[in-house]
């Protein structure tokens, strides 16, 4: 209820679930998700892995900005 009334309010700030310190960077993604999911499920994992270079812009955001 009070979440409602803070909402009606225009006072309700959603709290963050993960704070902006501990997100994780697209940079730090990719080679897990490489190694961990891309090698052991794709034969052609250098594919998908030169694909996903064509983001590097974007290394140093936070996954849950992307």
Known sequence: MEIARD???GE?????EVSE???L??????PKFIEL???PNTKDWKR???VL??????NE??????
């Open 48 to 50: 998908t892995e030169c």
């Open 61 to 66: 955001r936070p996954i849950d900005q992307i």
């Open 7 to 9: 909402v009606e309010l």
């Open 37 to 39: 999911h891309a090698k």
């Open 12 to 16: 309700f700030d959603k709290p963050s």
């Open 21 to 23: 310190a501990s997100a």
């Open 25 to 30: 960077t697209l940079g730090e993604t990719l």
């Open 53 to 58: 270079h064509k983001f590097n812009g974007l």
